[in-house]
């Protein structure tokens, strides 16, 4: 009678009831940010930004910065670096001194049609990179372009702190280049988590101890004869069915979690740099020797592979450039066994995907450095792009079809001019219809 609130039947299976709640409520809230850190860029931003919020808090204007990382990795990395280093366009750092908003948006959105109008430094720089062209942008908005250059002023103002990757509030953002990692402040948060979760599932331990004393109440106590300590409570614990329930919605999310973030990744090998027969090596000959990719990737232009030079292509130079090498060796060992170098392949999409680089490097006029990154500046190729079917979405939803000079998208231009003022990107072209890409 002097009982606060009875222990009835009902209250007990509620009570059961939301302890597996509070349980697998904890095991998602878990699981969450690895769930969403799937690899293509769109969702690799989606981590970046929810783990980038706490960071801006702490810093002025650091989400911005944090924004602008991502945007810039996905878009701008391949080409530019936010030092003054140059990559395929110069050097990032002080460019937002350089010019003021309204260049540099417009330069961003469409840099051609700013060269065309004879702007006289976009007509310089134009030709000082000898007129490499550069993507234009025109769907990024101008907080996103204020946002890449928060990011290039932070960057180039604390090179070796971004370096470390302790960037304070960009850290977050993005993972590094080789994606998928997860940065210092995502383990923190992480772990953080980790700890709530114990201390909670401590105090839930407390509350059922004395819920379950409260409920023998002094009676008869013949199931827990091990009574005081800990190893009571331990046994007590194990043969408590919400407990259980609980232990067991736990251990099933968490399997379920690991099972889908592997299944995300079967087959992304984004990063991939395996060690070849010979130690070629693509900053020497691509970029100090400026060897045109061509040269040697014969197929880019006229089909769907690229090829892989065969060892007489090599002998053209090595015939007489370091025969004593005991690397260039390898190349005449080759060609005297008639036997061709065993290259390790490193990009591979599926079979029952189809990609063909003509379309992309000759009719697309894009550069290799879109998808391969700036392999004149490896000394062992790697896969830098993730080759995911997002990956080659997100780039046809974003990129405009180079029509000039190409009577064959004349009447499709005029006829798209006539429903739409957006500029014709790969998308209106069937770029995403599944059998353009799936045999
Ligand atoms: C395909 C390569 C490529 C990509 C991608 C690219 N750029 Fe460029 N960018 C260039 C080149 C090349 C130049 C030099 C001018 C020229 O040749 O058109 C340049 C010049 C610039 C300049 C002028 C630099 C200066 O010193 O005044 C800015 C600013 C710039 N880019 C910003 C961006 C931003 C922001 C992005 C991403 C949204 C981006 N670029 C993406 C190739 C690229
Ligand atoms: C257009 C000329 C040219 C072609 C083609 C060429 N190379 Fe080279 N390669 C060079 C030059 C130049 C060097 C630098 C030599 C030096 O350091 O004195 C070099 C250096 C090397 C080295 C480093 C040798 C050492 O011990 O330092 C290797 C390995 C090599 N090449 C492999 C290859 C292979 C494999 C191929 C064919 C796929 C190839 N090269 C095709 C010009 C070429
Ligand atoms: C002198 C010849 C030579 C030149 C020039 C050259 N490559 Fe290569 N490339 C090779 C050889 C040999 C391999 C295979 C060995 C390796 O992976 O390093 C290769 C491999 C590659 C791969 C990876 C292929 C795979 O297995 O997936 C890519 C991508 C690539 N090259 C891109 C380029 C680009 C882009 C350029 C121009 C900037 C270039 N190459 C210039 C000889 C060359
Ligand atoms: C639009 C993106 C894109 C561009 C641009 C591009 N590549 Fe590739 N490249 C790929 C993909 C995707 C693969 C994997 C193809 C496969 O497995 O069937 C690949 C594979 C390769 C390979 C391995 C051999 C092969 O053909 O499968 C080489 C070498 C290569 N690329 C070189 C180049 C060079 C050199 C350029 C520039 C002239 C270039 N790529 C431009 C996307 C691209
Ligand atoms: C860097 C941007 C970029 C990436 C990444 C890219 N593409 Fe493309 N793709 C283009 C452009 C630009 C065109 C339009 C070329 C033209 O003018 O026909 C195109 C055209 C195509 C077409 C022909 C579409 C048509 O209607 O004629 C196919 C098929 C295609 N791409 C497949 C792929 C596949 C498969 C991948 C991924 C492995 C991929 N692309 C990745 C830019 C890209
Ligand atoms: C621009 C080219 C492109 C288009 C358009 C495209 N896909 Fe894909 N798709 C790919 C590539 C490349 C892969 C392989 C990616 C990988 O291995 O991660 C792929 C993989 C897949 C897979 C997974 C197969 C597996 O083994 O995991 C399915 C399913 C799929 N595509 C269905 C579709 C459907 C349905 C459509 C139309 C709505 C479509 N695709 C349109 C390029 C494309």
């Known amino acids: 009678m002097n009982i606060p609130f009875r222990m009835d039947a009902k209250f007990c299976s509620f009570f059961n009831y939301s302890k597996s709640f509070v349980a697998i409520l904890l095991a998602i809230l878990l699981s969450v940010p690895t769930l969403v850190s799937a690899q293509d860029s769109a969702a690799a931003a989606a981590p970046a930004a929810g783990a980038a919020a706490p960071a801006g808090a702490a810093s002025t204007g650091g989400g911005d910065a944090a924004k602008g990382e991502s945007i810039f990795k996905n878009n701008c990395a391949q080409c530019h670096a936010p030092t003054d280093e140059r990559v395929v366009g110069p050097g990032l750092k002080g460019a937002s001194s350089r010019h003021d908003f309204a260049w540099l948006s417009k330069w961003v959105r469409n840099s051609s049609a700013m ?16 007129k490499a062209q550069m993507t234009s942008f025109p769907n990024l908005s101008d907080d996103d ?79 827990a004869p091990a009574g005081e300590g800990f190893g009571g409570l331990l046994k007590r614990l194990t043969v408590d069915p919400a407990i259980r329930s609980a232990t067991l919605w736990i251990f099933v999310l968490l399997v379920l979690k690991s099972t889908l973030d592997g299944a995300f990744n079967v087959g992304v090998q984004q990063g991939y740099a395996p ?3 010979i130690s070629f090596s693509h900053k020497l000959h691509a970029g100090e020797y400026k060897i045109d990719c061509n040269y040697c990737h014969t197929g880019v232009n006229r089909g769907k592979s690229a090829h892989i030079p065969s060892a007489n ?16 060796q390898k190349i005449y060992t080759s060609i005297e066994n008639n036997q061709p170098i065993e290259w390790v392949r490193v990009h591979n999409l599926p079979d029952l995907a189809y990609f063909n680089h003509a379309q992309h490097v000759n009719v697309g006029g894009l550069e290799c450095q879109n998808c391969h990154g700036d392999v004149e500046k490896m000394e062992v190729i790697q896969q ?56």
């Open 145 to 223: 372009i204020k946002a890449i250059f928060a990011y290039v002023d932070q960057a180039s103002a604390a090179p070796a702190a971004a370096a470390g990757g302790a960037a304070p509030a960009g850290g977050a953002a993005a993972g590094d280049a080789k994606g998928g990692a997860p940065s210092d402040l995502f383990v923190i948060v992480l772990v953080a988590l980790v700890v709530v979760m114990v201390l909670v599932l401590g105090v839930l331990l407390v509350i059922v101890s004395l819920l379950s004393k409260a409920v023998k109440g002094g009676g008869a106590e013949t199931e």
């Open 384 to 439: 830098r792009s993730s080759l995911t079917m997002g990956w080659c979405i997100d780039c046809h939803r974003k990129t405009e079809v180079n029509t000039k000079d190409n009577q064959y998208y004349d009447k499709l231009v005029q006829l798209h001019a006539s429903e739409s003022k957006e500029a014709l990107k790969v998308a209106d072209i069937g770029g995403l219809e599944c059998s353009k890409c799936h045999y």
């Open 115 to 130: 060269i065309a109008s004879g702007d006289a430094y976009a007509v310089k720089i134009y030709n000082e990179y000898s």
């Open 313 to 328: 292509i090599c002998m053209n130079c090595h015939g007489v450039i370091k025969k004593e090498s005991p690397e260039i």
């Open 275 to 277: 060690k070849q027969p």
